[in-house]
T-cell receptor, first 114, second 113 residues
């Protein structure tokens, strides 16, 4: 099935550093969501974006809905060890989305060095 | 707590056996989704229900797979004649009808030997 492209595939950073990752699609999306997944658990919703250009924060996390509606960005400021995990973007495409079906990205694995 | 429980959390079975998974969302959410996630990939949509009606099925859902939500509350996903390629994490999610925000359960990890 279709998956969104996420970059980078993995990151190894030091505690306290800021992190940036992005997600791109060949299709227009109406909604972008960012999830974090820990090993052996389900994805946990971090941020939801609904409008092109929208910038939304949740604590140290900030996400943006790209103005082309084909991309989204997630930034994490001052990373801490518990930020370790896999971050997934997900989008809903009004043309193919049907009833809120989400298309997920390939994931960005974040590792934090103390 | 995401308001979704799944049972079992882990299932090991032999090829050819049938397995059934259960998902229990909190009652206020009308939509229920099933996704499959293989190692190193993001979740992929399988099917979803609005109340008790199954409204969409992915082509990933072969005829060996069947999902039900008989009373619009809990849901079951059955896989018949399991194959090694069915090994994956099966995730259930819930949402309100008017919302794009989906909240996932902890998943059921299936291993087919």
């Amino acid at each position: 099935g279709q998956q969104l492209n996420q970059s980078p595939q993995s990151m190894f950073i030091q505690e306290g550093e800021d992190v940036s990752m992005n997600c791109t699609s060949s299709s227009i999306f109406n909604t972008w969501l960012w999830y974090k997944q820990d090993p052996g658990e389900g994805p946990v919703l971090l941020i939801a974006l609904y409008k092109a250009g929208e910038l939304t924060s949740n604590g140290r996390l900030t996400a943006q809905f790209g103005i082309t509606r084909k991309d989204s960005f997630l930034n994490i400021s001052a990373s801490i060890p518990s930020d370790v995990g896999i971050y997934f973007c997900a989008g809903r495409n009004i043309i193919t989305g049907g009833g809120n079906k989400l298309t997920f990205g390939t994931g960005t694995q974040l590792k934090v060095e103390l | 707590d995401t308001g979704v429980s799944q049972d079992p959390r882990h299932k090991i079975t032999k090829r050819g056996q049938n397995v059934t998974f259960r998902c229990d969302p909190i009652s206020e959410h009308n939509r229920l989704y099933w996704y499959r996630q293989t190692l190193g990939q993001g979740p992929e949509f399988l099917t979803y229900f609005q109340n008790e009606a199954q409204l969409e099925k992915s082509r990933l859902l072969s005829d060996r797979f069947s999902a039900e939500r008989p009373k619009g509350s809990f849901s079951t996903l059955e896989i018949q004649r399991t194959e090694q390629g069915d090994s994956a994490m099966y995730l259930c999610a819930r949402s309100f009808i008017e919302s794009d925000e989906q909240f996932f359960g902890p998943g059921t990890r299936l291993t087919v030997l």
